[in-house]
């Protein structure tokens, strides 16, 4: 599975973005999926991550209420919904799927990553 994320850029606080990722050489349909972010000099940490039929669901408590996984298996694509943004937003954010039903919120759960996009919120 190859993932291509995109739709990161700069925004001020309280603005909105939505990233994509798009899958090819496979079709995602019973891969859980999910978004991962680095900030710089910070570990890669969990965001959101849900089931390939969207069933199940978790965020991290720092998006809780602001962001919105989802995801097209029509169009083999997923989405991150980003409302609210904070200065404390800004990192590298990585998409990733993983060959199995559940959602796991740990990194190392999973096996196929995208090269990243950077999100930008300027205080």
């Known amino acids: 599975v190859q993932l291509q994320a995109s739709g990161g850029g700069l925004v001020q606080a309280g603005g909105s973005l939505r990233l994509s990722c798009a899958a090819s050489?496979?079709?995602?349909?019973?891969?859980?999926t999910g978004w991962f972010r680095q900030a710089p000099g910070k570990e890669r940490e969990f965001v959101a991550a849900?089931?390939?039929?969207?069933?199940?669901?978790h965020y991290a408590d720092s998006v809780k209420g602001r962001f919105t996984i989802s995801r097209d298996n029509a169009k083999n694509t997923m989405y991150l919904q980003m409302n609210s943004l904070k200065s404390e937003d800004t990192a590298v954010y990585y998409c990733?799927?993983?060959?199995?039903?559940?959602?796991?919120?740990?990194?190392?759960?999973?096996?196929?990553w995208g090269q990243g996009t950077q999100v930008t919120v300027s205080s």
């Open positions: 050489g496979r079709t995602l349909s019973n891969y859980a």
């Open positions: 849900t089931s390939w039929s969207g069933s199940t669901i």
């Open positions: 990733a799927a993983r060959g199995g039903i559940y959602p796991y919120t740990g990194r190392d759960e999973y096996d196929y």
